[in-house]
Nanobody, 124 residues
């Protein structure tokens, strides 16, 4: 089992930055790929970024590529999402998720473990 707790959300102006953190518990954290997803009001939850278990390879949604960076520290059981050049359309609840395997995936169905989410609001 993996338990996940996100933090770092808040209100930011357009062009600003935020760093989200996701603290994990459970012995299997370092063997699982991790992902960030987001859900805006009235929309489906969508993929944002994913990273392999060892942290060597990442993938991003086209909408955040070049602005967001996912990283992880397995010694600290933590995964991060650095968000730069924020836009109002980035406003959403951001969720951290732990994959069923060590490989990256953009499919939320490959993630059995989810955090409670953290709100990010970007004002124009």
């Amino acid at each position: 089992q993996v338990q996940l707790v996100e933090s770092g959300g808040g209100l930011q102006q357009t062009g600003g930055s935020l760093r989200l953190s996701c603290a994990a518990s459970g012995r299997t954290f370092s063997s699982r790929a991790m992902g960030w997803f987001r859900q805006a009001p009235g929309k489906e939850r969508e993929f944002v970024a994913t990273i392999t278990s060892a942290g060597g390879t990442m993938s991003y949604a086209d909408s955040v590529k070049g602005r967001f960076t996912i990283s992880r520290d397995n010694a600290k059981y933590t995964v991060y999402l650095q968000m730069n050049s924020l836009k109002p359309e980035d406003t959403a609840v951001y969720y951290c998720a732990a994959s069923k395997s060590n490989t990256r995936s953009r499919d939320r169905l490959d993630y059995p473990y989810w955090g409670q989410g953290t709100q990010v609001t970007v004002s124009s």
